[in-house]
């Protein structure tokens, strides 16, 4: 083990404000040794600050329509390929009271950017949803701190928007018509509003530096948020980015590890991304540092369909069935299934 990685592990394990210069030299763990000791530690922290119990948030993917055009993603409103389909009212509230008879305590409401569906039309779902006895994530994208209040108001407890990449340039060049700036308004609103603020990052994006991932750390860090979604890049045909390659599966998980130490609190998820660049993605990626997994409740006729990028895991497959084969997984891991809503445990005072 090099003598600087030995220092940078054994410093950010006893509490030292990370720097950058350290951060670097952590994600860029020689495998053997190295990734033994950082995926060790990152495992310890899980195990001591968020514990053994394994959150399972259900998601309802209830519309691909989108008006961005991110590059990345196959849900673009450019993507003419993709068959478009919006849940009506009913199905999103019947797919909800799957997740109480699964016994998931979160449904996270996620969608394209679709303004069809109104601040009020979200506002009454959240509030149905909740009088389920469910805690409520949204992941709707980019709207005004009006609507976002309401949604509040209604009963949302989190929010989901990942800041993709901490780097303005690689943002700006990624996200026609987009701005770095706002996406990070809307994370201060999120907090300054009450929610448990879940945020994020693409790893291996074209162009992506080890510099732009530690400063996505470092960010993370900074917004103190309650959850980080981090996951690799995987290509989609139909987008401006089809012709790159994947981002690299053992670089995630270095993220990931790296970022389980410097937000110990925080909820990590093992994402569908990694599960859908390896079969065996997510348990690796739960002894890694991660605690949370978040199993699909979409209605199989529309799973398809909801293709971010292609060969995402579970589509064939019904609620029920994701449920019997996440338990399976937990258990096998020595693991325990999360009771209750799983709300993060941080005072939000506190680093
Ligand atoms: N539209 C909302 C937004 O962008 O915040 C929420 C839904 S969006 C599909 C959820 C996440 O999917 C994005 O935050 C992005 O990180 C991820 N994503 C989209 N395309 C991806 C790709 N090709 N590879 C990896 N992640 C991708
Ligand atoms: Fe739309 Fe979200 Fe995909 Fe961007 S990442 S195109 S906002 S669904
Ligand atoms: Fe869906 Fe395993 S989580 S089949």
């Given at each position: 083990m090099r003598k600087e990685f030995a220092t940078a592990l054994s410093r950010i394990i006893q509490g030292e404000e990370p720097d950058k210069a350290s951060l670097i030299i952590l994600l860029s763990a020689r495998p053997g040794e190295e990734e033994e000791a950082l995926y060790r530690e990152a495992d310890n922290f899980r195990a001591r600050y968020v514990g053994e119990e394994v959150h399972l948030r259900g998601v309802i993917e209830f519309s691909n329509h989108c008006r961005r055009l991110c590059h990345y993603c196959g849900l673009r409103a450019d993507n003419r390929r993709l068959r478009r389909y919006r849940m009506e009212k009913e199905e999103i509230l019947k797919s909800a009271r799957m997740a109480v008879e699964l016994g998931y305590g979160t449904v996270v409401l996620q969608s394209g950017e679709d303004t069809w569906y109104s601040a009020e039309m979200l506002a009454e779902l959240v509030a149905t949803i909740k009088g389920m006895g469910l805690a409520v994530t949204l992941c709707v994208g980019e709207r005004s701190r009006e609507e976002y209040a309401l949604w509040r108001e209604a009963g949302a407890d989190r929010y989901l928007l990942k800041h993709e990449t901490a780097n303005p340039r690689l943002y700006h060049r990624l996200h026609p018509g987009m701005s770095w700036e706002e996406r990070i308004t809307c994370l201060q609103w999120l907090r300054e509003l009450g929610y448990q603020v879940g945020s994020g990052n693409i790893v291996g994006l074209p162009g992506q530096t080890l510099e732009d991932l530690a400063d996505d750390l470092l960010l993370l860090r900074k917004l103190r948020v309650e959850m980080a979604g981090i996951g690799p890049f995987i290509p989609h045909p139909?987008?401006?980015?089809?012709s790159y390659p994947a981002g690299s599966l053992e670089l995630t998980y270095r993220v990931l590890a790296v970022a389980r130490l410097v937000l110990p609190w925080a909820h990590l998820p093992a994402t569908t991304a990694v599960g859908t660049l390896s079969p065996n993605g997510r348990q690796l990626a739960l002894q890694r540092g991660a605690n949370v997994v978040m199993p699909n409740l979409t209605p199989r006729k529309y799973r398809g369909d909801y293709q971010i990028y292609p060969g995402k895991i579970c589509v064939n497959e019904e609620p029920a069935d994701c449920r019997y084969c996440l338990e399976g997984m937990i258990h096998s891991l020595g693991r325990r299934i999360g009771r209750g809503p799983g709300h993060a445990l941080r005072p939000l005072t506190e680093n």
């Open positions: 139909d987008t401006p980015l089809g």
